[in-house]
């Protein structure tokens, strides 16, 4: 789980949305659980000192295609 | 004080405390705790997490050093939902809301997430749910098990309670101090079974719901010769048990005397006993019982306690230990049966519907010849140690036996280029357990140097009975007349032909049996060790003349009931205590 390790480096709390569905970004059963599958949308949220760059680089794995998950 | 009545799978009596393996259903003690013990709770959730994460870190940096990183990688995902994200919170929550205890919060959140994932549409991410539930399992254990797991340090010996054993866990009771086996599921031929019962360990199986009501630390009486379990007796039953346990202490001391003595006849003639092995160290066992020699060595261990195919030299090594203890005396080495019961169905990515009848034994081999060669090779080499001698399971057919011969012949061809000594001599023979090999008998004797009648899978096979299924179990048995029938007429087409005839399967050791086999003239027979001893009292205590007569009156009777009551009648008045 790239996004999940990564999602940890942080301290701001990320909130993964997609469809009605809003899971926790750094619990990786609830990671999988969102079923995200390449070519489905999704929206990133982070509150915390650090969101900006939790953001930035989460966004930049998404958008390079890792398709884990 | 409560009886339960299971199926008396391997004999004697125990009396000991319980150790009770997780059967991956804890019980949770209490489901709600009162407020002023909710910061007690929150620390043991914290000590669960942190334990859970330490062991999670030595099983992946084991499982990576045997198996490689790969491997290893499955226990990331345990790792990563105990580390990341917020489950411990959660978890934390549920205690601080809802007065939970720490073990009801931990089931509460992780079967919570055993549903969410049972629930997906996507057939591996549905998988996921049994990582989730070790997950739960782990997390329980270190909040309420005591180690369960954990059978190798145990204090003092015990008395073994789970829901099943798989085989590598019965394949480990070896090393721990377990003196007795009780079971919910199981059956009297299940692997399992015949695991315990080659350890002379008593064991009562099919017992549906012992390991839900016993807890580690209860004292049970085991009675494996009845198949009764007693747990929490009061102190009468106490006493007389404790009475019963030194009464069989003194019979196996007697038949211990036997050892040194012949299998012989009253009118002089000569049986041989031979023992069936799973592991190396039997050896030991089966020449302190007085056997002649190995008349089965299983060789599914090898395959067994690893998760990769064993190397040409691990078999290697297994056989020679075994040529090294064992002198001169015959060693009969059955080439891998695995399948069905054992093993590879559980590991199937797509199991069989009908495994029986399924990719097993000889079969597999013939179409994995690239480890069946390995294993072949091993035996090859080893045969230059001693009397060593190779069997084919399974045979099914003439066609079956020419192939297995011709990846024989392969082994021996690779052998010689390398100039690896073998004996090329080396016997080769058949078990005879499928119908078709019992019908096609005289054409298979043409082209075998000797045969092994394996009565287990030739019962279930001809009755059509599966031998571990507890609810047709009852239906099978060796005295049903068309096996009688059966048997006598491989043995006679078998001593017609002048080819060396044994049987190994559990009836060789069953003492009502005895009479009727050595009067339809078996004159081998291959048991588990502990057995030798009673089997040999038995042959030593009729004539052949009387064992002829006693078959015949018995292959006249129309039903397994008659039979039964008629064969325990008769070995009942020359070894009274051996029923």
Same mark, same amino acid.
């Given at each position: 789980?790239?996004?999940?390790?990564?999602?940890?480096?942080?301290?701001?709390?990320?909130?993964?949305?997609?469809?009605?569905?809003?899971?926790?970004?750094?619990?990786?059963?609830?990671?999988?659980?969102?079923?995200?599958?390449?070519?489905?949308?999704?929206?990133?949220?982070?509150?915390?000192?650090?969101?900006?760059?939790?953001?930035?680089?989460?966004?930049?794995?998404?958008?390079?295609?890792?398709?884990?998950? | 004080?409560?009886?339960?009545?299971?199926?008396?799978?391997?004999?004697?009596?125990?009396?000991? @405390?319980?150790?009770?393996?997780?059967?991956?259903?804890?019980?949770?003690?209490? *489901?709600?705790?009162?407020?002023?013990?909710? !910061?007690?709770?929150? %620390?043991?959730?914290?000590?669960?997490?942190?334990?859970?994460?330490?062991?999670? @870190?030595?099983?992946?940096?084991?499982? +990576?050093?045997?198996?490689?990183?790969?491997?290893?990688?499955?226990?990331?995902?345990?790792?990563?939902?105990?580390?990341?994200?917020?489950?411990?919170?959660?978890?934390?929550?549920?205690?601080?809301?809802?007065?939970?205890?720490?073990?009801?919060?931990?089931?509460?959140?992780?079967?919570?997430?055993?549903?969410?994932?049972?629930?997906?549409?996507?057939?591996?991410? *549905?998988?996921?749910?049994?990582?989730?539930?070790?997950?739960?399992?782990?997390?329980?254990?270190?909040?309420?098990?005591?180690?369960?797991?954990?059978?190798?340090?145990?204090?003092?010996?015990?008395?073994?309670?789970?829901? #099943?054993?798989?085989?590598?866990?019965?394949?480990?009771?070896?090393?721990?101090?377990?003196?007795?086996?009780?079971?919910?599921?199981?059956?009297?031929?299940?692997?399992?079974?015949?695991?315990?019962?080659?350890?002379?360990?008593?064991?009562?199986?099919?017992?549906?719901?012992?390991?839900?009501?016993?807890?580690?630390?209860?004292?049970?009486?085991?009675?494996?010769?009845?198949?009764?379990?007693?747990?929490?007796?009061?102190?009468?039953?106490?006493?007389?048990?404790?009475?019963?346990?030194?009464? &069989?202490?003194?019979?196996?001391?007697?038949?211990?005397?036997?050892?040194?003595?012949?299998?012989?006849?009253?009118?002089?003639?000569?049986?041989?006993?031979?023992?069936?092995?799973?592991?190396?160290?039997?050896?030991?066992?089966?020449?302190?019982?007085?056997?002649?020699?190995?008349?089965?060595?299983?060789?599914?261990?090898?395959?067994?306690?690893?998760?990769?195919?064993?190397?040409?030299?691990?078999?290697?090594?297994?056989?020679?230990?075994?040529?090294?203890?064992?002198?001169?005396?015959?060693?009969?080495?059955?080439?891998?049966?695995?399948?069905?019961?054992?093993?590879?169905?559980?590991?199937?990515?797509?199991? !069989?519907?009908?495994?029986?009848?399924?990719?097993?034994?000889?079969?597999?081999?013939?179409?994995?010849?690239?480890?069946?060669?390995?294993? &072949?090779?091993?035996?090859?080499?080893?045969?230059?140690?001693?009397?060593?001698?190779?069997?084919?399971?399974?045979?099914?057919?003439?066609?079956?036996?020419?192939?297995?011969?011709?990846?024989?012949? #392969?082994?021996?061809?690779?052998? %010689? !280029?390398?100039?690896?000594?073998?004996?090329?001599?080396?016997?080769?023979?058949?078990?005879?357990?499928?119908?078709?090999?019992?019908?096609?008998?005289?054409?298979?004797?043409?082209?075998?140097?000797?045969?092994?009648?394996?009565?287990?899978?030739?019962?279930?096979?001809?009755?059509?009975?599966?031998?571990?299924?507890?609810?047709? +179990?009852?239906?099978?048995?060796?005295?049903?007349?068309?096996?009688?029938?059966?048997?006598?007429?491989?043995?006679?087409? +078998?001593?017609?032909?002048?080819?060396?005839?044994?049987?190994?399967?559990?009836?060789?050791?069953?003492?009502?049996?005895?009479?009727?086999?050595?009067?339809?003239?078996?004159?081998?027979?291959?048991?588990?060790?502990?057995?030798?001893?009673?089997?040999?009292?038995?042959?030593?205590?009729?004539?052949?003349?009387?064992?002829? *007569?006693?078959?015949?009156? +018995?292959?006249?009777? #129309?039903?397994?009931?008659?039979?039964?009551?008629?064969?325990?009648?008769?070995?009942?008045?020359?070894?009274?205590?051996?029923?």
């Amino acid at each position: 789980m790239r996004f999940v390790d990564l999602a940890n480096q942080f301290k701001a709390q990320v909130r993964v949305k997609k469809g009605e569905c809003v899971v926790d970004g750094k619990n990786p059963m609830e990671m999988m659980l969102l079923e995200a599958s390449q070519g489905s949308t999704m929206e990133l949220a982070a509150d915390g000192p650090d969101a900006a760059g939790a953001i930035e680089a989460l966004a930049a794995l998404v958008a390079s295609g890792f398709g884990e998950m | 004080m409560e009886i339960k009545k299971g199926i008396a799978v391997s004999p004697g009596v125990v009396i000991a @405390n319980a150790v009770v393996l997780d059967s991956g259903e804890y019980r949770i003690p209490y *489901r709600n705790v009162p407020a002023e013990q909710v !910061e007690a709770e929150l %620390e043991k959730l914290r000590k669960a997490f942190e334990d859970s994460i330490t062991e999670l @870190n030595s099983l992946r940096d084991a499982t +990576a050093e045997q198996l490689g990183r790969d491997i290893a990688s499955i226990f990331d995902f345990h790792y990563g939902v105990l580390t990341q994200g917020r489950l411990r919170e959660q978890i934390a929550q549920l205690i601080r809301n809802q007065n939970y205890s720490a073990a009801f919060a931990v089931r509460e959140a992780l079967r919570g997430y055993q549903r969410r994932f049972l629930k997906m549409p996507d057939q591996l991410l *549905r998988e996921r749910y049994k990582d989730v539930r070790d997950i739960e399992r782990r997390l329980l254990r270190n909040l309420i098990g005591q180690e369960h797991e954990d059978l190798s340090n145990l204090p003092e010996p015990s008395i073994l309670v789970a829901h #099943d054993l798989t085989p590598s866990q019965s394949a480990n009771l070896v090393k721990a101090k377990i003196i007795g086996v009780a079971m919910d599921a199981g059956g009297l031929t299940s692997h399992t079974a015949i695991v315990v019962r080659s350890m002379g360990i008593p064991a009562v199986m099919g017992l549906q719901n012992i390991s839900a009501g016993v807890s580690t630390g209860d004292t049970i009486i085991l009675d494996g010769t009845k198949g009764l379990v007693i747990v929490g007796p009061d102190p009468e039953m106490l006493a007389e048990y404790r009475a019963e346990e030194r009464r &069989l202490a003194a019979v196996s001391s007697g038949l211990i005397e036997l050892r040194d003595k012949p299998a012989v006849t009253e009118d002089g003639v000569q049986i041989s006993l031979l023992a069936n092995i799973e592991f190396p160290y039997e050896v030991q066992t089966t020449l302190e019982k007085g056997a002649e020699g190995i008349g089965l060595y299983r060789t599914e261990f090898l395959y067994l306690r690893s998760e990769k195919e064993p190397t040409e030299e691990e078999h290697y090594d297994a056989y020679t230990l075994v040529m090294r203890n064992i002198g001169q005396r015959p060693v009969i080495i059955r080439t891998l049966d695995l399948g069905a019961d054992k093993y590879t169905q559980s590991q199937a990515r797509d199991p !069989e519907r009908n495994p029986f009848l399924g990719l097993r034994s000889i079969r597999y081999c013939l179409q994995n010849l690239q480890p069946f060669k390995v294993q &072949l090779r091993a035996i090859l080499r080893t045969s230059v140690e001693g009397d060593v001698r190779i069997m084919f399971p399974l045979i099914s057919g003439l066609m079956e036996l020419r192939q297995a011969k011709m990846a024989l012949g #392969d082994a021996m061809e690779d052998l %010689e !280029e390398l100039g690896i000594p073998f004996r090329r001599d080396m016997p080769v023979g058949i078990m005879v357990e499928t119908p078709a090999a019992a019908i096609q008998i005289r054409e298979l004797l043409r082209e075998t140097d000797f045969i092994s009648i394996g009565t287990n899978d030739l019962i279930q096979y001809t009755l059509a009975v599966d031998r571990g299924n507890e609810r047709v +179990a009852p239906l099978y048995t060796a005295s049903h007349p068309a096996v009688l029938r059966m048997l006598r007429d491989i043995i006679r087409e +078998a001593n017609r032909a002048n080819v060396p005839c044994s049987l190994c399967g559990e009836m060789a050791g069953e003492p009502m049996y005895t009479l009727f086999l050595l009067g339809i003239g078996l004159r081998s027979f291959s048991m588990a060790p502990n057995d030798i001893p009673e089997i040999k009292k038995i042959i030593r205590s009729t004539t052949i003349a009387r064992a002829v *007569r006693i078959a015949r009156r +018995a292959l006249s009777f #129309d039903t397994d009931r008659q039979v039964s009551n008629y064969l325990r009648d008769e070995t009942r008045r020359i070894a009274p205590e051996a029923l």
